[in-house]
């Protein structure tokens, strides 16, 4: 089983649109869940990070985050085609120690005209 | 501000030959190292990480090592490149005991073996 489960898409939505990007994971300690973009040929960038269930805004992006469901989500608001890009859901890593991430393989995000 | 960068950017390496990939990071102290490799449509795959000088973790047995001979320089080698380990390398770095575990990425070095 996957620790970090993304559905790889494309999910395409039409520009000014919400588009909703889910994520599961299957560690129930994990304490922090981050959001990053990565545009095609591009390293990944952070867009958000979320530690508490519930939500967390920041511009038109929103975190949800449900620590009993073990599932955290992404919603961008009023996309733009700028939008468009591969976003990766990363999961701190408690097991075997060290400081570690385990990332998702990221779903692509196509905003339409 | 704290910046990363790699080099070199892009390479091309034939079968068999060796492999020195640089990272180093700036504006930080004793950062968290680690190197990633993503191969063409997958995932993020961690492949060593590194909390101080000198201190090396391997997370997949492969024909590649790590090394951090400075605190913010971390160099990835090979003696022998195989196909298989064409992909996009990545470094990213994390500020120790700030309380999260934000890691964030330098621009990538993608190394095509022929």
């Known amino acids: 089983q996957k620790e970090v489960e993304q559905n790889s898409g494309p999910l395409s939505v039409p520009e000014g649109a919400i588009a909703s990007l889910n994520c599961t994971y299957s560690d129930r300690v994990s304490q922090s869940f981050f959001w990053y973009r990565q545009y095609s040929g591009k390293s990944p960038e952070l867009i958000m990070s979320i530690y508490s269930n519930g939500d967390k805004e920041d511009g038109r992006f929103t975190a949800q985050l449900n620590k009993a469901s073990q599932y955290v989500s992404l919603l961008i608001r009023d996309s733009q085609p700028s939008d468009s890009a591969t976003y990766l859901c990363a999961v701190n890593a408690l097991t075997g120690g060290g400081n570690k991430l385990t990332f998702g393989t990221g779903t692509q995000l196509k905003v339409e005209l | 501000s704290q910046t990363i960068h790699q080099w070199p950017a892009t390479l091309v390496q034939p079968v068999g030959s060796p492999l020195s990939l640089e990272c180093t990071v700036e504006?930080?102290?004793?950062?968290?190292l680690y190197w990633y490799r993503q191969a063409a449509g997958r995932g993020l795959q961690l492949l060593f990480y590194s909390v101080g000088i000198g201190q090396i973790s391997s997370e997949v047995p492969q024909n590649l090592s790590a090394s951090r001979p400075q605190d913010r320089q971390f160099i990835l080698s090979s003696k022998k490149l195989l196909l298989s380990d064409s992909g996009f390398y990545l470094c990213a770095w994390r500020e120790p005991g700030r309380g999260t575990d934000t890691q964030y990425f330098g621009p990538g070095t993608r190394l095509t073996v022929l």
């Open positions: 504006g930080t102290s004793n950062p968290n």
